[in-house]
């Protein structure tokens, strides 16, 4: 149980598109979910959080128009890289915690996004 | 703000010998602390999780301790082999429902 799933596990796309990147708890009502970047030989580092039904708090330093986040159900969010451009190449991964239980979180399998 | 540090970077060993790999942080309250393996290019796969209130963990050939008061934790592998080739994440988090505060991890190497 408490599967996380990531799509698409890669994509490559042309600088100034925009890439949509889906977070989905399978066999669980994710409450709160969390996307992470890390850049290569770095550390995962918090972008936002989401709690579904409400606006995504961003970390400082992320800019919240350029990184949407949707939490529209309680297993589904979505993280939208608007006019992506090459240093925005990066390995997202979301988390998510069930709401019995918000000691522990579930990851996905990460998504692979490279611009050109 | 907390920091989580890992020590060392990285880290070669031959096939057989037990190995330490080292996790600070900078502030002790903590709710728990949790050691990941992420192979190159692949998520996360939880390895441990040690409530603040817990000393140690063990699952198989993994032990990790925790000392909170001094913001340390340590993660034994015992008899290493090279399907344990990875790099291990260390992270805490403050409290239930926050998010996690990783480490930059330990590359690990074992050779046969």
């Known amino acids: 149980g408490a599967v996380v799933s990531q799509h698409p596990s890669w994509v490559i796309c042309k600088s100034g598109t925009s890439v949509k990147i889906e977070c989905r708890s399978l066999?669980?009502?994710?409450?709160?979910m969390f996307w992470y970047r890390q850049f290569p030989k770095q550390s995962l580092m918090l972008m936002a959080t989401?709690?579904?039904?409400?606006?995504?708090?961003?970390e400082q330093g992320v800019e919240k128009d350029k990184f949407l986040i949707n939490h529209a159900s309680l297993t589904l969010s979505t993280l939208t890289v608007t006019s992506a451009h090459p240093e925005d190449s990066s390995f997202y991964i979301c988390?998510?915690?069930?709401?019995?239980?918000?000691?522990?979180?579930?990851f996905g399998p990460g998504t692979r996004l490279t611009v050109l | 703000k907390q920091e989580v540090t890992q020590i060392p970077a990285a880290l070669s060993v031959p096939e057989g010998e037990n190995l330490v790999l080292n996790c600070s942080f900078t502030?002790?309250?903590?709710?728990?602390l949790q050691w990941f393996r992420q192979d190159p290019g692949k998520g996360l796969t939880s390895l441990l999780l040690?409530?603040?209130?817990?000393r140690e963990q063990t699952s198989g050939r993994l032990n990790a301790s925790l000392d909170k008061s001094s913001g340390r934790s340590t993660l034994y592998i015992a008899a290493s082999q090279p399907g344990d080739s990875a790099t291990y994440l260390c992270?805490?988090?403050?409290?239930?429902?926050?998010?996690?505060?990783f480490g930059k991890g330990t590359t690990l190497s074992v050779s046969s």
């Open positions: 992270a805490v988090i403050r409290q239930a429902g926050t998010a996690l505060i």
């Open positions: 066999d669980f009502q994710a409450t709160t």
């Open positions: 040690i409530q603040s209130s817990q």
């Open positions: 502030d002790s309250a903590i709710y728990n």
């Open positions: 989401s709690n579904e039904g409400s606006k995504a708090t961003y």
């Open positions: 988390s998510a915690t069930q709401r019995q239980r918000t000691d522990t979180q579930y």
